[in-house]
């Protein structure tokens, strides 16, 4: 990159295009954008003191949003983490899917024209797909443009590929195994992808990335605004960068597997209303405003090349459907998912842990929904040491006579810590009377002997868990509060939906935790720390990424597309913030 006056390198690593990620929209709170820098460059920042370890400062080590570029400056930027793999729950009961793809690959081995067979080759194909049940399918002209030479160039033997009764695409030879289709989750935070055997019905592959859009801020209002500053370009710019983290995911996806990616057929995609209204370019700035109105509620179909995706051009894409201004797909597919809009008898409460938190209700044929603004958390971000569900994140937490045991995804040395063990520390530390009722981690006169040399008395009070390599990995005062706001904001939701429906915590019979850890998340420590009420009588599971596998249940199911079109309607969205009791809840569910 070449500069002629000074520029922040945040800005120059946007400029060059490189693939990077600032989880906290460059603002110095996540300590994440580390990069090494050697050259004419601004001196260290109160924040860079605070956020790199001495080691880091030694080996020249910076935050890239932090830092400015004065002259010649060469940076090495380390981007091998940044498509990662998730640990996500990729198998469920198999009487809950109908493996009946939308995509249909039919082989034809057609009689070449002739003096006495003149017809067209369209007419030549429709003809022989009429005999196998196939008619009035429509068929684009990008598509009829390629067969004249797909045809002659295969003797006539040829696969017709058919979704939602249009021909898509005609392929040489018979190519009918080959049939694959990829489900996303837009997250605020994180894009995760899971690819699929259309035929069989398997997830092959599954991958994650932090969202690009988080360089304009890490929650869906600090976006709103950028849109509201820039007009039609600052949609632009959050389309491409979304768009940028889908195919840099699909790249990898389908490298991972080693197939074609003319071989990807469908798409379909969940995210909350915002995501989905930016990743197809419209815009979503009033959903921020009073009264919150998205510019649509029904579902989305457009072809692949409109948004530019590496797969096939002429992939049908499928964006869920939303419910209201904060309630999006991605709760539909929670819905889709846990089936909840068929459990006619039952009260069934759905909770989605994320940076937006949706919480869905199901009482005698009826369902409320609401939406939390939980803040990234739960996902590592904002958590001084805090990372995705991946290889070297400490995901459980256990104290036993003294001693401090962690389990860290991959069983390698462990490099930070995610949602479901930050969780674990703070539930664990409370009960040890490490952190009191308010949250405060106690001073180190204060603690325990055995419990004194993991304090740290620096400008931010820290508790050490472990180390690594003569590093320590801590929680922090501020990692605590972090998780009190999110943990207070879902429960919060919580008993205002109950509240609103009249529905005592005794009388749910049965509650699913969905989300990026949800498979994952110890419930007694969840409890324990007031993310949720007590439930006497109900049955809890983990059901991980719900809103993914119901995106994949669409992606495997024209039924399932179906009913997905329908369960918007069978929705009451419930506001929070008007309800009298909101702040004083709000409140009371901050102490642990």
């Given at each position: 990159?070449?500069f002629?006056?000074f520029?922040?390198?945040?800005?120059?690593?946007?400029?060059?295009g490189?693939?990077?990620?600032?989880?906290c929209g460059?603002k110095g709170?996540?300590?994440?954008?580390?990069v090494?820098?050697?050259g004419?460059?601004?001196?260290?920042?109160?924040?860079?003191?605070?956020?790199l370890?001495?080691?880091?400062?030694?080996?020249n080590?910076r935050?890239?949003?932090?830092?400015?570029?004065?002259?010649?400056?060469q940076v090495?930027?380390?981007?091998?983490?940044?498509?990662f793999?998730?640990?996500?729950l990729t198998?469920?009961?198999?009487?809950?899917?109908?493996?009946?793809?939308?995509?249909?690959?039919?082989?034809?081995?057609?009689?070449?024209?002739?003096i006495k067979?003149?017809?067209?080759?369209?007419?030549?194909?429709r003809?022989?797909?009429?005999?196998r049940?196939f008619?009035?399918?429509?068929?684009?002209?990008?598509?009829?443009?390629?067969?004249?030479?797909v045809?002659?160039?295969?003797?006539f033997?040829v696969t017709?590929?058919?979704d939602?009764?249009?021909?898509?695409?005609?392929?040489?030879?018979?190519?009918?195994?080959?049939?694959?289709?990829?489900?996303?989750?837009?997250g605020?935070?994180?894009?995760?992808?899971?690819?699929?055997d259309?035929?069989k019905?398997?997830?092959?592959?599954?991958?994650g990335?932090?969202?690009?859009?988080?360089?304009?801020?890490y929650?869906?209002?600090?976006?709103?605004s950028y849109?509201q500053?820039?007009g039609?370009?600052g949609?632009?710019?959050?389309?491409?960068a979304v768009?940028?983290?889908?195919n840099r995911l699909?790249?990898?996806?389908?490298?991972?597997a080693?197939?074609?990616?003319s071989k990807v057929?469908?798409?379909v995609?969940?995210?909350n209303?915002?995501m989905?209204h930016?990743?197809?370019?419209?815009?979503p700035?009033n959903?921020?405003?009073?009264?919150?109105?998205?510019?649509?509620?029904?579902?989305i179909?457009?072809?692949?090349?409109?948004?530019?995706l590496?797969v096939n051009?002429?992939?049908?894409?499928?964006v869920f459907?939303?419910?209201?201004?904060?309630?999006?797909?991605?709760?539909v597919?929670?819905?889709?998912s846990?089936g909840?809009?068929?459990?006619?008898g039952?009260?069934?409460?759905a909770v989605?842990?994320?940076?937006?938190?949706?919480?869905v209700?199901?009482?005698?044929?009826?369902i409320?929904?609401?939406?939390?603004?939980?803040?990234p958390?739960?996902?590592?971000?904002?958590?001084?040491?805090?990372m995705?569900?991946?290889?070297g994140?400490?995901?459980?937490v256990?104290?036993?006579?003294?001693?401090?045991?962690?389990?860290?995804?991959?069983?390698?040395e462990?490099?930070?810590?995610?949602?479901?063990?930050?969780?674990?520390?703070?539930?664990e530390?409370?009960?040890?009377?490490?952190?009191?009722?308010s949250?405060k981690?106690?001073?180190?006169?204060?603690?325990?002997?055995?419990w004194?040399?993991?304090?740290?008395e620096?400008?931010?009070?820290?508790?050490v868990?472990v180390e690594?390599?003569?590093?320590?990995?801590f929680?922090?005062?501020k990692?605590?509060?972090e998780?009190?706001l999110?943990?207070?904001?879902?429960?919060?939701?919580i008993?205002?939906?109950?509240k609103?429906?009249g529905?005592k915590p005794?009388d749910?019979?049965q509650?699913?935790?969905?989300g990026?850890f949800?498979?994952?998340?110890?419930?007694?420590?969840?409890?324990?720390?007031?993310?949720?009420?007590?439930?006497p009588r109900?049955?809890?599971?983990?059901?991980?990424?719900?809103?993914?596998?119901?995106?994949?249940?669409?992606?495997?199911?024209q039924?399932?597309i179906?009913?997905v079109?329908?369960?918007?309607y069978?929705?009451?969205?419930?506001?929070?913030a008007?309800?009298p009791?909101?702040?004083?809840?709000?409140a009371?569910?901050?102490?642990?």
């Amino acid at each position: 990159v070449t500069f002629s006056h000074f520029l922040n390198l945040k800005k120059a690593i946007l400029k060059a295009g490189i693939p990077f990620s600032f989880p906290c929209g460059g603002k110095g709170i996540c300590g994440k954008c580390k990069v090494k820098v050697r050259g004419n460059v601004t001196p260290l920042t109160v924040i860079e003191k605070e956020k790199l370890s001495v080691r880091e400062i030694e080996e020249n080590y910076r935050l890239a949003c932090q830092t400015g570029l004065k002259g010649d400056t060469q940076v090495e930027i380390l981007l091998s983490d940044s498509v990662f793999s998730p640990q996500i729950l990729t198998t469920w009961k198999k009487e809950e899917f109908e493996v009946k793809s939308p995509v249909k690959k039919i082989y034809l081995s057609i009689k070449p024209p002739d003096i006495k067979d003149q017809i067209s080759d369209v007419s030549r194909i429709r003809r022989e797909l009429k005999k196998r049940g196939f008619d009035d399918l429509k068929i684009g002209i990008e598509v009829v443009k390629k067969i004249p030479s797909v045809l002659r160039e295969n003797e006539f033997k040829v696969t017709v590929v058919i979704d939602d009764n249009e021909i898509i695409c005609i392929e040489g030879k018979d190519t009918r195994k080959e049939s694959f289709g990829i489900a996303f989750d837009i997250g605020t935070t994180t894009i995760v992808g899971a690819l699929l055997d259309l035929t069989k019905g398997k997830v092959i592959a599954t991958k994650g990335i932090v969202n690009p859009q988080s360089v304009y801020g890490y929650d869906v209002i600090s976006r709103i605004s950028y849109i509201q500053q820039k007009g039609k370009k600052g949609i632009s710019e959050l389309q491409k960068a979304v768009i940028l983290g889908v195919n840099r995911l699909i790249d990898n996806l389908l490298k991972e597997a080693n197939i074609d990616k003319s071989k990807v057929y469908k798409i379909v995609f969940v995210g909350n209303t915002i995501m989905q209204h930016i990743l197809v370019g419209i815009d979503p700035v009033n959903i921020g405003l009073y009264p919150y109105v998205p510019v649509i509620q029904e579902f989305i179909k457009l072809k692949s090349f409109n948004l530019k995706l590496r797969v096939n051009p002429f992939a049908d894409v499928f964006v869920f459907p939303n419910i209201a201004g904060f309630i999006g797909g991605d709760t539909v597919g929670v819905i889709l998912s846990t089936g909840i809009h068929r459990a006619k008898g039952k009260n069934i409460l759905a909770v989605d842990l994320g940076t937006n938190g949706e919480i869905v209700l199901s009482s005698k044929g009826k369902i409320w929904a609401t939406s939390t603004a939980a803040g990234p958390a739960f996902e590592g971000v904002r958590i001084s040491q805090g990372m995705m569900a991946q290889k070297g994140a400490i995901e459980r937490v256990k104290i036993e006579d003294g001693r401090i045991f962690v389990k860290v995804v991959g069983d390698v040395e462990p490099e930070g810590i995610c949602g479901s063990g930050l969780i674990d520390a703070v539930a664990e530390l409370h009960k040890e009377g490490v952190i009191d009722d308010s949250g405060k981690i106690t001073p180190r006169d204060m603690q325990k002997d055995i419990w004194k040399e993991r304090v740290l008395e620096e400008e931010e009070r820290k508790f050490v868990l472990v180390e690594k390599n003569g590093y320590p990995i801590f929680i922090t005062q501020k990692d605590v509060r972090e998780l009190q706001l999110a943990k207070a904001a879902v429960s919060t939701g919580i008993k205002i939906l109950l509240k609103k429906t009249g529905i005592k915590p005794g009388d749910v019979q049965q509650v699913f935790i969905a989300g990026g850890f949800g498979s994952y998340l110890n419930l007694q420590n969840a409890c324990n720390i007031g993310l949720f009420p007590l439930f006497p009588r109900a049955e809890v599971k983990n059901i991980g990424n719900a809103a993914l596998h119901g995106a994949i249940k669409a992606l495997l199911s024209q039924r399932y597309i179906e009913e997905v079109k329908k369960i918007p309607y069978l929705v009451s969205s419930v506001e929070l913030a008007t309800h009298p009791e909101f702040q004083n809840v709000l409140a009371e569910s901050i102490r642990f």
